[in-house]
């Protein structure tokens, strides 16, 4: 198989796990516990693969920053998640969040990794996109400026964590720069769970074990599945095709979950995997 091709079906299993621990996520009671639950669980589940890397490495000042750049960014990017989705809605704020991230990683796959991308290409980012619109159904009219630029700043955290992540496989492995991640995920969202008491997490724990112990697998594995597909293949094309992710999502959705607007997600479905074709096939 061509590698392109083979780094393209891993990105679609990348994006079926995804949406499936988000629905897993949103299944759950208390979110932060949850969220918590997970990467935890996850970072203890892998620890085995990845511990003797770093404890016997020999990193470069280099490596170090974006280890370190890396951490920082994936917490901030739950930081901002939280904060907007306490004053926002998830379809409000969904197509701005993936359609920034699917613009600026692109352009700097183009810019500063020395990434092609044909005309062709651009065509199919842009049919994703507006595909991510109808899907959600935004109405800018109704966004205030405050949830605007916090969702820009979330598609901007998304944009750099994926990018660094793409410069720091250089000097681990997709297991290890997860849990690295993974580790700034704790950090962050440990002063949540402090200030809403240990309790939380034993009701969620109590009530949603399964879902933590299946999320703790999917989470972590889908990224990684992504991260080693991005070490192989341009991130610039492989980075749009991932929102596959929310196709699977809406199937299971209107198919599955019984939700509303059926006919709208199927549509805009179809929308975006037209894109993909166009960007994975005819790039």
Known sequence: MNPLNFAISLV?????????WNICTKKSINKEAFLFSVQLTSLIVFAPICLPQI???SFSTTALLLFAATAF???LYFVLLARLYTIADLSQTYPIIRGSSL????????????????????????????GIVSISKIKLSRLNHQ??????????SIALYVLVDKMALKYVDPVTLNQI???????????????????NLKNEWSKNYKLILIGAFLAPSSYMIFLYAINT???SILAPIREI???????????FLKESNGRNRIISSIIITSGMILLGLFN
Not at 12 to 20: D, I, R, T, W
Not at 112 to 118: A, R
């Open 103 to 130: 613009i600026i990683i692109p352009l700097c796959g183009v810019i500063f990794l020395g990434e092609k991308v044909s005309l062709i290409g651009w065509t199919g980012i842009a049919i994703i996109i507006a």
């Open 245 to 255: 992710g929310t196709v699977f999502g809406a199937i299971i959705g209107v198919f």
């Open 55 to 57: 404890i016997n490495g």
């Open 73 to 75: 960014i994936h917490g």
């Open 147 to 156: 949830i605007l630029i916090l969702s820009l700043c979330v598609g901007v």
């Open 181 to 199: 991640g993974t580790a700034g995920n704790i950090i962050i969202l440990l002063p949540f769970i402090l200030q809403n008491r240990i309790q």
């Open 233 to 235: 293949s341009p991130v």
């Open 12 to 20: 679609v299993l990348s994006g079926l796990f995804h949406a499936l």
